[in-house]
């Protein structure tokens, strides 16, 4: 890989909190990933990360989810976004506890939506950080939206959006999953792993959702996002996080088990 190719990297909110404990992370597992993307030596990378138990609950207790409905839901979209940032603090921190030049830059600032999709994007001071060799670090999050006064915008959109707006060589999908099954690996034991996903492929599986609670949709969502991504011809690779040593190689470029979804 060439130094000026871009990696955009997405944490999934399964993989670096317990979706089943609001508010908990799972600083280990962060930990371990920030070893091992200061060690991969990319050195144009973004980092997004999802909401997993911190965003996704008091999204969906407050409704945020489903835009404005009374004056009731603000206190949410602050406490919302708040959460959100507790947890970027976490990641940003280990990153930097690893010697990277992690630098939070939070959504709600620079994306507005139109019924949840991104409309507009100030990303000057993203193209800057790049351009200084920082790492930028976005989540997904509670942001201001055209139509329906408030949104949330996942943060697979942030990371389709920025891949292809910045033209960047490779996303790396680090889950709390191997990648994309023929069914649903939790309900079928013969579910096996596909390798090589095509776009065209999508509606042919039953791609399997995330049975804990999830706002913004599992992974059927996830590769819908993904898709013109994959078909403008930029690799996504979906690999699992919990198991050492996977975002490493994803981001080495090295053979690694999960699922490739390209074009
Ligand atoms: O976990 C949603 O981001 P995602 C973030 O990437 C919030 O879908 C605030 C629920």
Redesign the pocket.
Known sequence: MRPEDLVVL?L??SAITFKDRPLEADETTIKRLAGEIAASGVCKLII?????S???P??HRYG??EGLKGNWQLRGLAE??L??EELNRLVVGALAAEGLPAVPLPPISCFTTRRGRISKAFLEPLRALLALGAVPVL????VLDEAQGFA?????Q?TAYLALTLGASRVVLALCVDGVFTKDPLKHPDARLVERLRPEDLSALEAGGSAAL????GMGEKLREMAPVASAGVPVLLVNARVPGNVLKALRGEKVRGTLFLA
């Open positions: 997405k999934g909110g997004v990360h999802g909401g997993g911190f965003g996704h008091l999204a945020i989810h919302t976004h959460a959100m989540y997904g999050d509670v949330i915008l996942s943060g697979d942030i999830d706002v913004t949709g």
